[in-house]
């Protein structure tokens, strides 16, 4: 019997587990070949993500094994909110672990936090467009493509999907 998941926020002690993870996530799934990739290096800092939106960390047994990013509209950490949205940014989970709950125990923790602001009516996201792994995740957590609002990394043709949950659904 695995034990069992824990969110929470994370704290300065939990950063360099956070930037690990993340790395090591993006790397193993064959997002970025290069850990040394600019966007690589700006997720791994860890401090300055948590002075522009909230970092949380799933823990097991004491130890943290994946994290999520979560952003208000307006705030220079949100790339896609509308106004009425939270953006969920950086979901990783370690490798070790992968498809054990800790992605759907980040995704249920997030979307009760956004049901429990007021003016804030769903959950938005950017994925890779080829992340299928993500993809899938997202799919069954009940997001939905809102393909008018993909987007391009800019200066590349990089395709990125955006996904959307209303807070109306269960």
């Given at each position: 019997m695995q034990l069992p998941i824990t969110?929470?926020?994370a704290r300065p002690a939990d950063y360099d587990d956070v930037?690990?993870?993340?790395?090591d996530s993006y790397v193993t799934a064959g997002y970025y070949?290069?850990?040394e990739h600019p966007y690589l290096r700006?997720?791994?800092d860890v401090a300055g993500r948590a002075e522009h939106a909230d970092v949380w960390v799933a823990e097991r047994g004491g130890a943290v094994i994946g994290s999520v990013t979560v952003a208000s509209a307006g705030g220079p950490f949100a790339d896609i909110a509308y106004e009425d949205e939270l953006e969920m940014r950086t979901l990783v989970v370690d490798p070790a672990v992968q498809r054990s709950g800790a992605?759907?125990?980040?995704?249920?923790a997030l979307v009760d936090h956004a049901r429990s602001r007021a003016g804030i009516n769903a959950v938005a996201l950017t994925t890779g467009a080829t992340w299928e792994s993500a993809n899938a995740l997202y799919q069954a957590t009940g997001?939905?493509?809102?393909?008018e609002r993909d987007?391009?990394?800019?200066?590349?043709?990089i395709k990125l999907f955006v996904y959307r949950r209303e807070l109306g659904q269960p």
């Open positions: 969110v929470r926020p930037a690990r993870i993340t790395l070949g290069d850990p700006q997720l791994q992605g759907k125990s980040l995704v249920k997001f939905e493509r809102v393909p987007w391009f990394v800019p200066g590349t043709d």
